[in-house]
């Protein structure tokens, strides 16, 4: 399908959009500039008066935070591009792979960035050139908020408005308290513990968002991370002083969600706390925030403060019980979009009625 052009006879195709936030294409100063200018001139992510931030944002983030991001990036960057956009292709082909075994019909699973590129739009493209006149968008982020989740539905929005013929939409709002999600965490966790033992602490840190987004009402993402760190919690049969949810990744200066990782690796370290392993159960895909932030700057935070053993717990990935989540979850929201067939004899009448 091209153009919003639809042949008569076509099968109707099934496309899912599994939606990350984001990459910048290299890095690198110019590439994180750009990427950094689209993230953070999302009124959902900086939810400041937009003629405020626009002079912060051009005066004194945009000239200095690029090249120090392009620096930390480049810390992850492997010879085949970004960890997060390898990761989610092959999460995209294990679930297609996975649905078409399933699912009674034609279907398509295509990757699409909220951020940078692959754009929602190329994906869209593809899913419409492929027949897919029905589409599920499946944002990769278990738990709700209104700076991922919401933001993803208004990129949605965008593309739609540039097309003539809408498909049928769907959209998978989150997964936080699913079951074989939180028996994927309990598995990777397991395996860690079964081959180095069961640390003193285990930290469930997640992506922060400013207070002021929750406390206000707008945003019911804490409570969110703070049920799948008790459920986790209680697949694991870990008591209170075994466990903490804590919030990573601050940018600006207001409060963030607390208690902030960086602050409780510190306090844990200096109290004697030796043994310490980090989950992060809100990223779907490792990415510069697992990675550079968790397994790299703040291991060293709790070893130079006198931690003795630091494991960073792997996100989920494309691992077999993480994509069977993931197709659960798909399938549900897929109910009564069997594959069905356009009649390939419409009556004059018919054609004379169908508007393009």
């Known amino acids: 399908m091209k153009n919003d052009v639809r042949e008569h006879g076509e099968t109707t195709a099934t496309g899912i959009l599994l939606a990350n936030l ?10 994180l500039r750009k990427y950094l200018r689209q993230f953070l001139s999302d009124p ?12 912060i944002l051009n005066l004194f983030v945009l000239p200095t935070r690029p090249a120090k991001s392009a620096e930390a990036y480049r810390e992850v960057w492997t010879d085949e591009g970004s960890p997060l956009l390898i990761i989610t292709r092959e999460q995209a082909a294990k679930l297609e792979t996975a649905l078409r075994e399933r699912f009674d019909g034609p279907l398509h699973v295509a990757v699409g960035m909220r951020y940078g590129n692959p754009s929602m739009d190329a994906a869209l493209k593809e899913l419409e050139e492929k027949g897919c006149r029905r589409i599920l968008l499946f944002p990769a982020y278990p738990q709700y908020s209104a700076t991922t989740t919401a933001s993803t539905f208004d990129e949605m929005a965008e593309c739609f408005k540039t097309r003539g013929w809408l498909p049928e939409f769907r959209m998978v709002r989150d997964y936080y308290d699913h079951p074989l999600y939180i028996e994927a965490l309990k598995h990777t966790v397991e395996e860690v513990w079964a081959e180095g033992g069961k640390p003193d602490k285990l930290l469930m840190s997640f992506h922060g968002i400013p207070t002021r987004y929750f406390v206000e009402g707008r945003d019911p993402y804490h409570c969110l991370c703070q049920k799948t760190g008790r459920l986790l919690a209680e697949s694991l049969g870990l008591n209170e002083d075994e466990y903490l949810v804590s919030f990573q990744s601050l940018f600006g200066r207001e409060e963030w969600l607390k208690p902030y990782t960086d602050a409780t690796l510190k306090g844990w370290a200096k109290d004697g706390v030796e043994k310490v392993d980090v989950i992060c159960p809100g990223f779907s895909a490792d990415c510069l925030e697992t990675i550079e932030e968790i397994d790299q700057e703040n291991r060293e935070y709790f070893e130079e403060g006198g931690g003795k053993q630091y494991r960073y717990i792997a996100a989920l990935n494309a ?12 399938l549900h929201h897929l109910q009564g979009w069997g594959g069905t067939r356009v009649s390939t004899k419409p009556t004059e009448q018919q054609v004379a009625n169908w508007k393009y």
């Open 319 to 330: 691992r077999d019980d993480h994509v069977a989540c993931l197709t659960e979850v798909a």
């Open 22 to 31: 984001g990459t910048p294409d290299a890095p690198t100063t110019p590439a």
């Open 44 to 55: 959902r992510v900086i939810q400041l008066p937009k003629w405020k931030w626009q002079i």
